[in-house]
Each structure stands twice: as C-alpha cells, then as structure tokens.
C-alpha cells in the first residue's frame, strides 16, 4: 500500500512543479490555458474560469460527485458517470481498488497512465482532468464519451462501411499525430480502447501501456495478442512504428469484422504475424487494400507514416464523399436565403 500512496505523491508534486512553472510562463504571456489537475480547466466560459482560480490545486474527494449509472467494469476496478456537485459538469469516474493494483504489480501503469494522459489536450484523446484517493481506492477524473466503446458498435454492426471505417480511422491518424509528436508510444491501440464522444468522435483512451520514449527504444512485450507487431514478438527493440502497424490492424478489422492474424490458438497467431500470413478479401476496394497492405508491413521502417496515412486515397475519397452532401446541404441553405430576400424586396416595391 505505501508503494502505491509513494508514487502518487510523487505525482502530486510533480504535477504542482510543472503547475507552478506552467502558472509563470501564463503570467509570462498573459495566456492562462488552465490546469490539469483541475476540472475546470475543461469550461468554455472564460468568466466562468476565472472565478474559479482558486481550484487549481483543489484536492478531490468523494463527496464533490453525484455518482450515476454505471458505464463498464474492468479488472481492477469500475467506471461510472458522475457529476461535480459545483460546477455540473458531466465526466466519467474510474474508481481503482489499490489491493488489486498491489497484487497484479500494475502501479507504474497507473503512474504511466496519470503522468501521460493528464497531458494531452486533443478532440481525438480522452482528457485526464484529475485524480484523487483514499484508503482503499483511486478515482481517475475522466472525459465523458456518451457512445460508449467503439468496440460494442462494431460489434453490434458486424463491420463498418468503407466509408465510416475511413473516417474512423482518419481521426485514430490525428490522434496518434498527437501521441508521437510528444514522443508518446501507445502500444495497445484496439476497438476496445477507443470510445466515442456525443457527435460520434473518436476518444482513444486507455493509456495504461503507453510509454514516453523520446530517444530510447523499448523492448517491452505488451499490448493484445491479435495487435502485436513482429518486432514484439521477437523481442526486438522498437519504436512508434508499432502503432502504425496497430493502425493498420484496426482499418482492417474495421472493415473485414475481425483481425488480420486472428486464430484459436496463440501459438498459431504468433506464427501467422511472424509471417505475414493473413488474407484480404476481395470485396474490399482497391484503396483500402493498399492502406493496409502499406502499414501492415514486417520491417517497421517501411510502414507507412502518419503523414502518407493522413493523405492517403482512402482517407481523402471518403472525406470528399462526407463534404459534398455538407456542401449541398450549404448551397440549398444560401439559396433559399436569396430567395427570401428576393422575395422581401420585390414585397417592398
């Protein structure tokens, strides 16, 4: 138990330091962005934010959330939506019982998970708004995604259209643009991991097998059996290159309802990756083929970068298709604007 109280309050202080010198650097540029540590760093209303400057370094408890239904449970603990008595906000609470952390060893995870996650502000991330604990559990403040796991989606639909899975996937590219630009690996990226936001956005979430790597290269196994890149099964020192290859994984089994390397046995699994076996259907346009085909490649340095992803055919013919009914939809609306002015002048005359 001290283990785990020891390394939050290394996180504490950590976070307070880099509070107190992100505080100077505001002051410095008279550009306040808020603070993760604190919930509202998340309201829209400016005024609303500044009057509240006094929770920076608001210390959590129980008693600040209505607690709600419950959203998941998981093997260390339980996810609920909750809201913060003061301000209303809606977020999701993951409650944590330090006893199973202890004896499954997973409390550099928690760190790693707290320390990474608090950090990153996209649309396509999960936000870390804050933590607190006490005697028996850890509460994990989280962003609230109101559509549940992409996972159960695909589930319920078998497989996604080309051109829902592209625009999927074109927000997994930003969000992993993010993740790499601040030398963080994600490492587990699957359907399970990624949830989806009120307008049916792309949160990836579960940062527990990340890692900030900015200049070593890992060597660590981890992530899910069905995802894991060559490089990691043969115990070879790696880089980002492993999420591109997930990427390449996710778009497939996205598109086709299961994993390329997918069997009942592991052993066959391993053996199946290792060697590049795996079939793609002929259903599947010869654009995605590619896509895949370019990110699910065994030497990680000729994957595909995000950069090539982000351009890619695939990506761009669909979001082309997404903005014409958009841009139809904004012709019929401006017309019919002229023709109520028309119609307004010549009433006049």
Known sequence: MANILTDINNIEQQQQQQNQNQN????????????????KSVDQDEQHQQSNNNDKMKQWTLNDFEIGRLLGKGKFGNVYSAREKR??????L?????????????????????EIQSHLKHPNIL?????????????????YAPKGELYTLLTKMGKFPEIQASMYISQVIEALHCLHQRNVIHRDLKPENILLGSNGQVKIADFGWSVHA???RRETMCGTLDYLPPEMILQ????????????????YEFIVGRPPFETKNSFETYRRIITLSYDIPNHLSDEAKNFIQRLIVKEPVRRMSLAEARHHRWIKMFQQQQQQPQQQQQRQCNNKIIQNRTTSINNQQ
Do not use: M
């Open 94 to 114: 993951k409650i944590l019982f330090k006893s199973q952390l202890l004896h499954n060893n997973v409390t550099h995870q928690l760190r790693r998970e707290i």
């Open 24 to 39: 100077l650097r505001n002051e410095k540029n008279s550009n306040d962005d808020g603070d993760t540590k604190s919930i």
């Open 214 to 216: 900015p200049s070593s």
């Open 87 to 92: 301000s209303k906000y809606i977020v999701a």
């Open 236 to 251: 070879r020192p790696y880089n980002h290159y492993v999420d591109l290859w997930c990427l390449g994984v996710l778009a």
């Open 127 to 143: 936000r870390l708004f804050g933590y607190f604990h006490d005697d028996y559990r850890i509460y994990l403040i989280l962003e």
